[in-house]
Every structure is written in structure tokens, then in C-alpha cells.
């Protein structure tokens, strides 16, 4: 437990219909009672939990700052596991920083960024998983990364992890047993059970490995970079896909002239779409940067979608293209599908086969781009209800670390290694497992984790 009491103002502080102002520590309800007027003369000390208090916050002057409702939360049965007071102030910037300038004034500490999970995690209530899943819920861009988070909320990756780090502490704790008492045991059977162990929690750890890949889709979106000749409807397709009128569109070749960025969920499919300039050779200085940065964002990008203009013919500026993004996922796509078609594509017969007609000024083919999405990111179906699904890179990373360990552990099995280097690395995956949930973890990885939340969460 903490010795100080923080504060933080917890609702966006902005004009709202209310802002609340909490406070999470021993001397919370103290603190409280020093600004605090029930309406009916009520001590707040003598606040049953978990009810509101009708009155009024004064300052230290005994001037009414505003009219609220209070309520107390005993510990240890609250998200800090530390006493929590709550103040429900009217919405509006100015309430709420007068409650949190006076209440800072009778003793209380400003939060820092996340410290009110930071503290619950330190205090045992959840884990680090946990508490990355809080986040990431608060972070979430569609239905599907939220309820892959609200699974990691709920435990049921720590559930999984530390089943896995129950059963290696066990083995362990049997190769101690071994090494100390060799007559005990011996070096044939307890080898036998690390072996066994390494084949079960194996296959496990791939599982969860192999879907890192659509968690990462799910909380930051499929990076797509439009890519075309200028003049093809890349930005039209932007707005088309944004439902927005977000790119300036004008018959100009070059309009588009520096990358243009928005998320947007389509039908469950999150996407940070990049609009970029036209990719042709130009004497513009202003342009030609324009094209060398919608090139640049070609490398990081997950998906290409490469448009054509179906009333004009193929041209070196499309062959260029072609060729640069052979090596990446690509969605071709043909534009003006309502006028007359004069593109040719005789050779380029995969293309030819895979291309999607689309009409932006008609509104039509939305959906078979986004069948398409599916069939290259979520084979063909987009559900996230039934398995346990990553979103982390940092518990990916940790995965693959253990993996390895057991990998090393089945190949010293197989070299006939001693049962104590064996040992080893059976206690590295542990680690790396432990580090996951949030078992020895640092200092420094906690500070860090929870910079990235907003102060009053």
C-alpha cells in the first residue's frame, strides 16, 4: 500500500454533462471531509460505501464551488485497492480544476499518468496483462480489438500463462528433488517428464503465437497505402472507403501532392488508410518529394491497394509501379468501371484474373474490396469470439522468447545433456512466461508501460 493519496481529474476535461474528480489513498475520505457539505448535515465519515452524497464542495474560503455528488469506496474492495472518494462535478473545465486545485490543496498528490491502474496492478488486484488490457480497451478502434481486450481484462490470458508457469514450477520443483536426492529418482524418468511437459506447452505457445499477427491488425488497423498515376482516383477512393469528402479531389494531375492518413473501421475491418500523390517523374520540387514519401510509406506498409483508370491505357508510370510493390500484399483495383475501357491487361494475366471493378462515382464495389481484405488478412471470415487472441508485441516478444527456451530444452533432451542444464533453460521460459503476467518484472518496464495511459486512469 501507498503512504500519499493522489488526485486526478478521470473524465475528459472538456464541456460534458459531468467530470468527475477522484482521489485513491488512505487519507482520501479525510480529505474529502475537509471540502465536502452534505446537503442533509450528514458526516461524511460516517459514509456508508459505495452511496452517493448529495452537497456541495467549498473552497478554502467556504465559498460553493459547485453542487455534486460524493461517493466513498472502502478498501480493499475497489479498482486501487486503496480507499477511493469520487466526486461527480457538473461538466465544464472550470468546476472540475477548482474541485482538483482545492482538493490538491488539503494534502493530496496530482496522479501521474496511470496511476490509479499502476496501483492496482502493484496492489495485486489485476496483473500486467491486466492492466495492458485496460488500455488497450480505452484505445480501441472497433468492436473486434475491444473484445479482444475485454478477453485480457477478464484474465484469460493470465489464466493460460500462469496454468503454463504452474506446470514448469511443479517440474522444477521434481528436477530440485532429483538433483539433491538422485536416489530418489531417476535422471530417465524425470527427463521423460520435462519431454512430456515441452511437447504439451509447445504447441500451446504456437497457438497463441500465430495469432500475434491478426491481434496487431485489430489494435493498430491494416496500414494500406493507395497507390496509383495521378489522376486515377486515389483520393476520390479515400473519401469513397472514408464515407467523407477527407482528400481534395480536382481533376488536376498532382492535386495530391504529401500523404494524407485516417483510420476508419469498415464492416469490422480496421484500416489506417494512406492517401499518396501520383506517382509519375515531375520537374515540381514540391511534388517529386510528394511521390518519394508515398514510396517511403510503401515499405512499412501492410496491404498496397494499386488503382487503375480503366479509360486510359497502361503506361510506364503503372509498370513502374507494378514492379515495386511485386514483393507486398496488393489489392488491384480497376476505377471508372462506367466509362469506356481502354486498359489492357493481356499481360499481366494474375492481375487480370484477381482485378476488382469499381465505380466511385456509382458507389459501388465497397464490399468485394473488403471481401478481398478478408481473404488476405483473416482467411476469408472475420471472428474473434471463440480464441484467445495477442494484441501485445511486448507479450508476442515474450512468446517466442519461451518458445525458444523449450526448443532448447527438447535439443539438449536429444544430446543427452545433464538434467541440470536442462534446468536452465526450463526456468528461462518460466521467466519469460513470469514476465508476461508481471512476475519480476522492472522497475523501469512498469514506468513505462503506464506513461502510456491518461493521467486519471
Known amino acids: 500500500m501507498f503512504s500519499d493519496t493522489i488526485a486526478a481529474i478521470a473524465t475528459f476535461p472538456g464541456n460534458a454533462g459531468i467530470n468527475i474528480i477522484r482521489l485513491s489513498g488512505k487519507d482520501a475520505l479525510n480529505i474529502a471531509s475537509r471540502i465536502f457539505v452534505d446537503k442533509n448535515k450528514e458526516k461524511i465519515m460516517n459514509f456508508k460505501p459505495r452511496y452517493l452524497h448529495y452537497g456541495y464542495i467549498l473552497d478554502e474560503n467556504e465559498r460553493i464551488i459547485d453542487e455534486v455528488l460524493v461517493s466513498y469506496m472502502k478498501a480493499p474492495n475497489t479498482y486501487t485497492r486503496e480507499d477511493i472518494v469520487e466526486i461527480n462535478c457538473h461538466g465544464g473545465i472550470i468546476s472540475a480544476k477548482k474541485i482538483l486545485d482545492t482538493v490538491l490543496n488539503c494534502g493530496c498528490r496530482p496522479a501521474e499518468r496511470g496511476e490509479f491502474t499502476k496501483r492496482a496492478f502493484l496492489n495485486g488486484r489485476i496483473d500486467l496483462t491486466q492492466a495492458e488490457a485496460v488500455l488497450d480497451i480505452i484505445n480501441s478502434k472497433t468492436d473486434s480489438s475491444h473484445e479482444i481486450s475485454v478477453k485480457h481484462l477478464e484474465g484469460r490470458l493470465s489464466k493460460q500463462i500462469n496454468g503454463v508457469i504452474d506446470e514448469i514450477m511443479d517440474l522444477l520443483a521434481n528436477i530440485e528433488v532429483n538433483i539433491d536426492f538422485p536416489e530418489y529418482d531417476e535422471d530417465q524418468i524425470t527427463i521423460e517428464r520435462v519431454k512430456s511437459l515441452c511437447d504439451k506447452i509447445g504447441p500451446e505457445l504456437d497457438k497463441l503465437i500465430r495469432t500475434a499477427d491478426t491481434g496487431k491488425i485489430f489494435k493498430e488497423g491494416i496500414k494500406t497505402v493507395i497507390l496509383g498515376k495521378p489522376n486515377v482516383g486515389k483520393s476520390s477512393l479515400m473519401n469513397f472507403l472514408l464515407n467523407e469528402n477527407r482528400a481534395i ?41 510528394g511521390v518519394e514519401k508515398a514510396l517511403e510509406k510503401v515499405k512499412d506498409a501492410d496491404l498496397v491497394m494499386m488503382i487503375f483508370d480503366s479509360s486510359r491505357e497502361l503506361e510506364r508510370e503503372d509498370e513502374i509501379i507494378l514492379d515495386y510493390i511485386k514483393d507486398k500484399k496488393v489489392i488491384y ?3 471508372k ?42 482467411e476469408g471470415h472475420l471472428n474473434v469470439s471463440d480464441d484467445l487472441i495477442i494484441n501485445n508485441a511486448r507479450h508476442k516478444n515474450l512468446l517466442i522468447k519461451a518458445r525458444k527456451n523449450i526448443d532448447d530444452v527438447l535439443k539438449s533432451i536429444e544430446n543427452n545433456m545433464a538434467i541440470d542444464l536442462i534446468e536452465i533453460d526450463l526456468k528461462e521460459a518460466m521467466e519469460n512466461l513470469g514476465l508476461i503476467v508481471g512476475k519480476a518484472v522492472s522497475d523501469d518496464l512498469v514506468d513505462k508501460i503506464f506513461d502510456e495511459f491518461c493521467i486519471g486512469k
Open 249 to 289: 479531389v480536382t481533376e488536376i494531375p498532382g492535386t495530391t501532392r504529401d500523404t494524407i492518413e485516417e483510420f476508419v473501421n469498415i464492416k469490422g475491418v480496421p484500416l489506417r488508410i494512406i492517401d499518396t500523390a501520383g506517382i509519375r517523374e515531375t520537374d515540381d520540387m514540391v511534388e517529386r518529394i
Open 333 to 335: 483495383i480497376k476505377n
Open 337 to 378: 468501371t462506367d466509362l469506356e475501357n481502354k486498359l489492357d491487361l493481356s499481360s499481366y494475366k494474375n492481375i487480370e484474373e484477381e482485378i476488382i471493378n469499381v465505380s466511385i462515382l456509382q458507389n459501388q464495389g465497397l464490399d468485394d474490396i473488403i471481401d478481398k481484405i478478408n481473404s488476405l488478412f483473416f
